[in-house]
């Protein structure tokens, strides 16, 4: 097992008729911004929940938050806090609300240039941020326990991560029965990504982490068990399960003492900035290709997660490491997501665009630093 | 699944040679007090790494504190505390020292009558407390990543617990290396309180969590295979995974909206109180006879267990849950941990003290508040 911290202070409540709660959870004497995306939350009864509860707070709104939320979107909130006296900001809503908020709080108090530069830099100098908290509407990027966030661009067509422990949220308010009024399609986007963040801790390579392997088998055979619930009807159970998997897939947690790649979203992020391919659909494209085309490396892992989660016993580890694969396939087919770039439309002409990014950054990907420009042409065509 | 929040504060930081981290973890304003027990960390070198990394800090020491820490001890401690300007507790040692330590941070500012309250009270009453960390030398209790502590009283005979946020470590530094030199008594302790702490969490009756369950599973079933290596040769692998799943094993993740039961807890601190029997082997005692009491209320999610961590296939629900008791027994005996209270000459007789008390104090335990006095002394008489 490698050497490794975990630190994670975000108070996370859970359950049926939690949204409440939210009034104890903000100090009352601070001024809250509510920021919030497209105003789903007002069609399905979260909005009112939360109006409710900080009715006579000192409250102002900012709406309008993208899926793959944009700078210059959060930029018009950091406007905002600059002329209003904010202390604390509340998302209301799923992922791309969190990283924004995330990024609004970093920015908002951001003393360096331009606040782009949190980004280029990966969050290694934000020195402050506001506080903030959240109430959770959709199981899918474990932002709500993570002090990540991911931020897009549109200027320059651009999607970049940055991580700070000033960021954690203070509270996550989890409540299952928000999922209700969710689509199907962003269901089955929250089902994969969470299978994805899972498997980009896992499908490396060994270091002597059994408890850490186990605990990450547990979450994706949840997911895959809730999955078929999850999108067929609006049962308690399984939306509670597959929201506190999603959660789970990504609090740190998985990643102790291991070995993690990534890849797949460093991949995938591009293929969103350059053809709006949505997160969940872009990781499902890459990472089964890029299994294969790593597959002396990752088989190891592959063969026991084939074992574990989906009991082949039959084979040697090359023939389980392979079945391992179109399981994964299977299941991402099974919630009704296409697994390649045709898909969509994208052609082997259009992969250079993000092959010549890669070049031009100088990315160096995978656990063992072994996927630069060529690579992710040749792992990209595997996706054609 | 039911309602539940889960907040843990606590930074691990974990892995060979991590120590000397201790020196920026800690305010180098604050007057430090190391608390510890036996000397035990004075042959091993982990008090040598400790006082080279605090070098030049204002540092007392408090040695002497017991296996099953005494209140009386902690008092002295305390006051101590009020003659010199403490700022920070460093506990060094195990499950003992740091339950001690924990205590001593709430006493030391209570202002209530006598400390004492805070243990009757369970820690309801604890409105301030000394900061702390620790650097964990024994796998076992999980202290390290939870607010909890449970103190010995030599005058009364009394055992009792309390919990408050405010007594979460700041820090924990986990190096599996201190355990080479520990007696193999105490890692069989370990093995066994770490495996109990689960089926406390576990072994009640489902109200839907997979994700916990496979979690808890987890758990045990690398504690089961680390146990030979653990006790048999010095090897690193298997000591992290014995540390790392001694702490998950209590940390609050696998609590989260389930059913818990913390009988066996409850009678086995009352076995301690009265006959001296180490913790973990008041645990290896009570269990098997508690699940064979209640078997019918536990029938299910041991069977389940059985299944999943022993692959037992074969039979009905009634056979495996009863597998389920015969392979804990195994696994207990197979770490040369007594199963019985004639292992320790205690005789029907003597449990009469046990079952006075819980009449007494009119405790009422149990998953389903069904354990009260006359079932302690059925579930005791299993035990002879």
Redesign the interface.
Same mark, same amino acid.
């Given at each position: 097992?490698?050497?490794?911290?975990?630190?994670? =202070?975000? +108070?996370?409540?859970?359950?049926?008729?939690?949204i409440g709660q939210v009034r104890k959870l903000i100090d009352a004497e601070k001024k809250v911004m509510m920021v919030y995306g497209g105003g789903s939350i007002k069609k399905n009864g979260v909005y009112e929940q939360v109006a409710r509860a900080l009715k006579g707070r000192d409250l102002v709104e900012f709406g309008g938050i993208e899926p793959n939320p944009l700078y210059e979107t959060c930029l018009q909130a950091v406007e905002r806090i600059r002329t209003e006296d904010i202390g604390f900001l509340l998302a209301v809503g799923g992922g791309s609300v969190l990283d924004a908020t995330k990024f609004i709080a970093a920015a908002a108090c951001y003393e360096g240039g331009e606040p782009w530069e949190i980004l280029t830099t990966g969050g290694r100098r934000v020195k402050a941020a506001l506080p903030l908290g959240d109430v959770l509407t959709l199981p899918a990027t474990g932002s709500e326990m993570n002090c990540f966030s991911v931020i897009s661009r549109r200027s320059t067509q651009e999607k970049l991560a940055f991580g700070s422990p000033l960021v954690y949220p203070v509270f996550s308010i989890l409540d299952p029965e928000t999922t209700y009024s969710l689509p199907k399609k962003q269901l089955r986007n929250g089902l994969v990504d969470a299978f994805a963040h899972v498997m980009e801790q896992y499908a490396t390579y060994s270091v002597?982490? =059994?408890?850490?392997d186990?605990?990450a088998?547990?979450?994706v +055979?949840?997911l895959i068990?809730?999955a078929g619930d999850v999108l067929g009807r609006q049962d308690y159970?399984s939306r509670?399960?597959f929201m506190?998997?999603a959660t #789970?897939a990504l609090n740190g947690?998985l990643s #102790?003492?291991v070995v993690q790649d990534w890849t797949t979203h460093g991949i995938g992020h591009e293929l969103t900035a350059f053809f709006g391919v949505a997160h969940a659909e872009s990781l499902a494209i890459v990472m089964p290709a890029l299994w294969q085309h790593q597959f002396e490396q990752k088989k190891g892992k592959l063969a026991q997660l084939a074992r574990r989660v989906w009991h082949v016993i039959q084979g040697d580890e090359d023939s389980q490491a392979r079945a391992a694969i179109e399981k994964t396939v299977e299941y991402f087919h099974s919630v009704e997501m296409p697994t390649r770039l045709s898909d969509y439309d994208i052609t082997e002409a259009d992969i250079q665009k993000v092959v010549e990014r890669f070049g031009q950054r100088g990315d160096v990907l995978g656990e063992h630093k072994n996927i630069k420009a060529p690579q992710v042409e040749e792992i990209l065509k595997l996706c054609l």
């Open positions: 097992m490698n050497n490794f911290e975990f630190y994670n =202070p975000v +108070r996370v409540v859970f359950g049926k008729g939690t002597s982490s =059994p408890l850490q186990r605990q088998e547990a979450v +055979r949840t068990d809730a159970d509670a399960s506190w998997a #789970c947690v #102790c003492g």
